[in-house]
């Protein structure tokens, strides 16, 4: 009996290539972290203090955000997003664990580190959104692309890529971020100096991630009563802000904590994820609409957009859907237990 022939491998779409780069990115960013950490030596035990247990997270922080400028200033990959974590999670540790870093001596480096990450942020936007959009128009059939759509795009977000990564590097350049370097270096190098800094970490950082999860939980409740529109899309951004500030709090306590922390960061960021697509969504269709003026104004059909608006509509409401759904989960006691 003749065997099957075997099927040609289909090829990789643009989409899965970006994926799979998007995951090789994320991989070498967790090495980074584990390399940082085993340079420093920054492992501390269960039986730390709880500023050790800080001190140790900030330090890995402080090496994986200074160890991925030269990426960021030669392009590289996805290195403005991972650079804008880093900031974004030695931010939240300093917002959160108060009773180990007096606010009045990380208050100030917050404000700067809220600063970078805004360049980052902005820079980061350039790259996303109309990879978005491009990702919408290609399953679109061609009758209904009218008009020079994809042109229009590039040329929409070009120059606004251009002009955020200028002013990034610009900002990389400057004493303003040499003056944060700094700081975030004097930081790593003292002792918290809180009134709970000494104590064990297993007594004191938990009562901080209760208190994020609190806030997360308050703001997914607003977002659920507050009407559609923009003002429920500046809710859920906000439950997005607290669930990531959650999420982090728990990265820092894992040390303390073990499996039960390391579970419930987890839930944090698949709340996160699920917020931030949507998110992604309202950008989105802002732009679509501006696209959609500028095709007007130059006499072109602006159907396309329209049609493009109203496909990221659809998905914000299955995306606010899905965070019900993903926010009911995580929110179980059984996640939760260890805060207590």
């Known amino acids: 009996m003749p065997r099957p022939e075997r099927s040609s491998p289909v090829p990789p779409t643009p989409h899965d290539r970006r994926r799979t780069a998007r995951r090789q990115a994320r991989q070498q960013a967790r090495q ?43 392009d ?4 403005v997003h991972q650079m804008r974590v880093a900031t974004r999670r030695l931010r939240a540790t300093l917002r959160s664990f108060g009773q180990v870093i007096p606010r009045s001596r990380s208050e100030k480096l917050a404000a700067e580190l809220k600063w970078l990450g805004g360049r980052l942020g902005v820079a980061r936007d ?21 008009g020079p759509v994809q042109a229009r795009v590039q040329g929409y977000f070009a120059p606004r890529r251009a002009s955020a990564r200028e002013e990034l590097i610009e900002a990389l350049d400057g004493p303003r971020y040499r003056d944060l370097l700094a700081a975030l270096d004097q ?9 709970r ?31 559609e529109g923009p003002a429920q899309n500046a809710a859920l951004h906000q439950a997005r802000k607290s669930a990531r500030r959650a999420r982090y709090a728990a990265e820092v306590t894992r040390p303390a904590a073990g499996r039960p922390a390391k579970t419930f960061a987890r839930q944090m960021k698949k709340v996160q994820s699920v917020l931030g697509d ?58 939760r237990r260890w805060l207590h």
């Not at 001190?55 to 990426?71: D, F, K, W």
């Not at 350039?126 to 009218?146: D, F, N, Y």
């Not at 959609?292 to 509509?313: K, P, Q, S, V």
Request: glycine share 6%; charged share 25%.
């Open 32 to 74: 980074q972290a584990r390399q940082q950490a085993l340079r420093a030596g920054t492992q501390p035990p269960r039986s730390a203090p709880a500023g050790d247990v800080v001190l140790a997270y900030l330090r890995i922080q402080a090496g994986v955000l200074t160890s991925l400028e030269p990426q960021v200033r030669s």
């Open 76 to 79: 590289e990959f996805d290195s």
């Open 126 to 146: 350039g790259e996303v959104i109309p990879g978005h959009l491009q990702a919408a128009l290609r399953p679109t059939p061609a009758e209904l692309l009218i």
């Open 187 to 195: 930081l790593c190098h003292e002792l918290p100096s809180g009134p």
């Open 197 to 227: 800094a000494g104590d064990p970490a297993r007594d004191v950082l938990p009562a901080a991630v209760a208190k994020a999860y609190r806030q997360a939980d308050k703001r997914m409740r607003r977002a659920r009563h507050t009407p």
């Open 278 to 335: 949507h998110q992604d969504t309202v950008i989105a269709r802002q732009a679509a609409r501006d696209l959609g003026i500028g095709a007007h104004l130059a006499g072109e059909n602006a159907f396309t957009y329209g049609l493009l608006h109203e496909r990221e509509a659809d998905r914000a409401t299955q995306l606010r859907a899905q965070a019900r759904d993903v926010w009911r989960h995580a929110a179980r006691r059984r996640y």
